[in-house]
């Protein structure tokens, strides 16, 4: 079955750690998109490629970075520079014919 | 559970009852809306999609209805199921280009047995 897939489910960062949450979808989708999501707000975009090697800043892209070396993987970095990195991030594909197909995401804490 | 939308605005519906949930979107050049899913925990879901030159489109059990005048959407479930209890948001887009989608904030769907 085609899907997109996030990992780990949940995730756990010390103060000054980076960590890396992964997206993988078999879809043959050409765009992807990082999102963050916290409690009573819309998802907010990180940041979205929209073809292999290439890829944007959202509305929130500091203390985060990405990297698109294949078509079905987008990995999002949260660096030590995001001080506020608690939130559950969505992972996302799409043609450009129809909406996204959003991953099961992924729940990050700081402790 | 997951704390998604610890805030958000809450519609209690009696099982086998109708449903509506509102969303006002915010741009008048947004022509293709979206209404997700999300299941506590979970990624948001697909539901159902409609153009800005319709005014209304129905699925099964599903229905949206654009009021492009006053820049209104609204879903609408019938016969309100268990599994139907989620949050439930809508995405506007401007000419289907996917980084140019606004997700509202959602509202909470609670079904009361």
């Known amino acids: 079955d085609g899907g997109i897939t996030q990992s780990p489910k949940y995730l756990f960062r010390k103060e000054g750690q980076n960590v890396t949450l992964s997206c993988e979808q078999n879809?043959?989708?050409?765009?992807m998109y990082w999102y963050r999501q916290d409690p009573g707000q819309g998802l907010r975009l990180i940041y979205y490629s929209q073809i292999v090697n290439d890829f944007q800043k959202g509305d929130i892209a500091e203390g985060y970075s990405v990297s698109r070396e294949k078509k079905e993987s987008f990995p999002l970095t949260v660096t030590s520079a995001q001080k506020n990195p608690t939130a559950f991030y969505l992972c996302a594909s799409s043609t450009d014919s129809h909406g996204y197909t959003f991953g099961s995401g992924t729940r990050l804490t700081v402790v | 559970g997951e704390s998604v939308g610890l805030h958000l605005p809450t519609l209690s519906v009696q099982e086998g009852d109708n449903s509506i949930i509102n969303c006002a979107y915010s741009n008048s050049a947004s022509d293709y809306f979206i209404w997700y899913k999300q299941e506590s925990g979970k990624g948001p879901q697909f539901i159902i999609d409609?153009?800005?030159?319709?005014d209304k489109r129905q699925g099964q059990r599903v229905t949206v209805l654009l009021n492009k005048t006053v820049k209104h959407l609204s879903l609408q479930i019938a016969a309100t199921q268990p599994g139907d209890s989620a949050v439930y948001f809508c995405a506007e887009n401007i000419n289907n280009y996917g980084q140019n989608f606004v997700f509202g904030p959602g509202t909470r769907l609670s079904v009361l047995p």
């Open positions: 879809l043959n989708h050409d765009a």
């Open positions: 409609i153009r800005s030159n319709m």
